[in-house]
Nanobody, 115 residues
C-alpha cells in the first residue's frame, strides 16, 4: 500500500511559479511510475506529466510543455512538479499518481492562477 501526500499548491499571479511536491510512503518508490494529473471545475481529470521508473524519462501534455518540469528524488520518496509561466487555465486541483502492481492517488492540492 502506498500513501501519497501532495503539497505546494496555492494562489499565484499569471506568469508566476509554483513547485508541487508529492511524498510517498512505503517501499520500492523507485519502481513506481509517477505522474501528475489535474482536474479543473466541470472538466475531466487530465494527465499533466509523467516520469518513468526505468530511466526517468518524461512526457508532458502539450498544454504544459516548456513550462512544467516533473522530477523525482528516490532517496526522499518524492516527486515534484515545477510549474513556471503559469496561466489562468492552469487553475485546477493537482493530483499525484503512482503506478506499479497497483494504482494510487493523492488527495490533491489546489492551484489557482489569478490576478
Amino acid at each position: 500500500q502506498v500513501q501519497l501526500v501532495e503539497s505546494g499548491g496555492g494562489l499565484v499571479q499569471p506568469g508566476g511559479s509554483l513547485r508541487l511536491s508529492c511524498a510517498a510512503s512505503g517501499k520500492a518508490f523507485s519502481r513506481y511510475t509517477m505522474s501528475w494529473h489535474r482536474q479543473a471545475p466541470g472538466k475531466e481529470r487530465e494527465l499533466v506529466a509523467v516520469i518513468s521508473s526505468a530511466d526517468d524519462s518524461t512526457n508532458y501534455a502539450d498544454s504544459v510543455k516548456g513550462r512544467f518540469t516533473i522530477s523525482r528524488d528516490n532517496a526522499k520518496n518524492t516527486v515534484y512538479l515545477q510549474m513556471n509561466s503559469l496561466k489562468p487555465e492552469d487553475t485546477a486541483v493537482y493530483y499525484c499518481h503512482a503506478r506499479w502492481y497497483g494504482t494510487y492517488w493523492g488527495q490533491g492540492t489546489q492551484v489557482t492562477v489569478s490576478s
